[in-house]
């Protein structure tokens, strides 16, 4: 038979392992959390920038002309840095560009950019991809470009 001063021996020291368990899982639990919440806002930005290149080479294709068309890119790059802060997505550094080549049937235009940001949790134990490449710090960056036919 077990005595009351045995059962309250037992009961602390399965607390004193629950603790122990918890502080075993929650720092991995925590790199898991943070992870998914830098994943995700790096996505974000990613979709962002995908839109923002596609639609800066939309807009230089509503510019009839020959290649250089300077109208035509600059109304491109103007829409990438337009859609950019219209998404609302704060602390976006942006590197818009537009180039026109001459092809087979007219101008095409090719509108690229690059938007770096920092992480919103500045967890740095997340390996995030870097701004050229690799893994990296605070700071990350994706890139993204369109091209679309233009019209002479």
Known sequence: ??????????????????AIEFGLVM???????FGLIDYGYW????????????????AATTI??????????????????????????GGLTTSPTCSCTTVASGPQFQCSVTVSFQRLT?????????????????YTSVQATATMRGTN
């Open 1 to 18: 038979m077990r005595h009351a001063h045995d059962m309250g021996h037992a009961r602390s020291r399965q607390r004193g392992i629950a």
């Open 27 to 33: 720092p991995i639990l925590c790199l898991l959390i």
């Open 43 to 58: 996505f974000t930005i990613g979709l962002a920038a995908t839109n923002a290149a596609r639609e800066g080479a939309r």
């Open 64 to 89: 009839a002309g020959a290649c250089p068309n300077g109208g035509a890119t600059t109304e491109g790059t103007n829409a990438i840095t337009s859609y950019i802060t219209g998404t609302g997505l």
């Open 122 to 138: 500045g967890y740095s134990l997340v390996p995030m991809p870097a701004a050229g490449g690799g893994l990296g710090s605070d």
